[in-house]
C-alpha cells in the first residue's frame, strides 16, 4: 500500500488540517494491533472502550485526552532475573490512539478481569441542540375585521 503525503494541501488549505490528519491516521490503522480493542455503542450517546492489558497494572497504563485524541500508553518494566521457557504473554511497550468525535467525553476508566474499560459519552452543548423558535406575529383572537359583505 502506498502512502499519501498531505503536507503539500496544509500549504493552501486553511482550517483543513483536521481532516488531513484523519486521513494520515486512516493510513495507520493496519500498522500496530497490539494491544487488542473492542468499541462498542451502548447506546446513542454513550460508548465504551475494552481494551486487553493482561499483565499491565493501573500505574503502568497512562490515559490522556488531548484535542479531541485519546491517547492509551504502557510501559512495562523488564523483570530481571526471570528465564522464560515459553513467553506468549506479550510484555512490550505500546501506544495507542483513538480519535473521538467532537463533543465526546472520556467519564471513567476502570480495570476488569485484565480488560481497561473506557467510558465515553457525547454531550452536545444546549446551543448545538435542534430548539423551536416561536414565530411573532399577530394572533388570531387580535385580528379585527374592518368589512364584511356576502359575497
Excluded at 2 to 31: C, K, M, N, W
Excluded at 106 to 118: D, P, Q, Y
Amino acid at each position: 500500500m502506498r502512502t499519501v503525503d498531505f503536507s503539500p494541501f496544509f500549504r493552501s488549505a486553511i482550517g483543513f488540517d483536521r481532516l488531513f490528519d484523519l486521513a494520515e491516521a486512516a493510513q495507520r490503522v493496519g500498522e500496530e494491533s497490539y494491544p487488542p480493542y473492542n468499541i462498542e455503542r451502548l447506546d446513542e450517546n454513550r460508548f465504551q472502550i475494552s481494551v486487553a492489558l493482561a499483565g499491565f497494572t493501573p500505574d503502568e497504563v497512562a490515559l490522556m485526552v488531548e484535542q479531541n485524541v485519546l491517547t492509551l500508553e504502557g510501559r512495562k518494566a523488564d523483570k530481571e532475573g526471570k528465564t522464560f521457557l515459553h513467553r506468549g504473554i506479550s510484555n512490550r511497550n505500546f501506544k495507542r490512539q483513538f480519535t473521538l468525535a467532537d463533543h465526546v467525553e472520556v467519564k471513567g476508566a476502570r480495570f476488569e478481569n485484565g480488560l481497561l474499560v473506557i467510558d465515553l459519552q457525547r454531550e452536545i452543548p444546549e446551543t448545538m441542540k435542534p430548539r423551536r423558535i416561536e414565530i411573532n406575529g399577530a394572533a388570531p383572537g387580535n385580528v379585527t375585521q374592518i368589512e364584511s359583505r356576502a359575497a
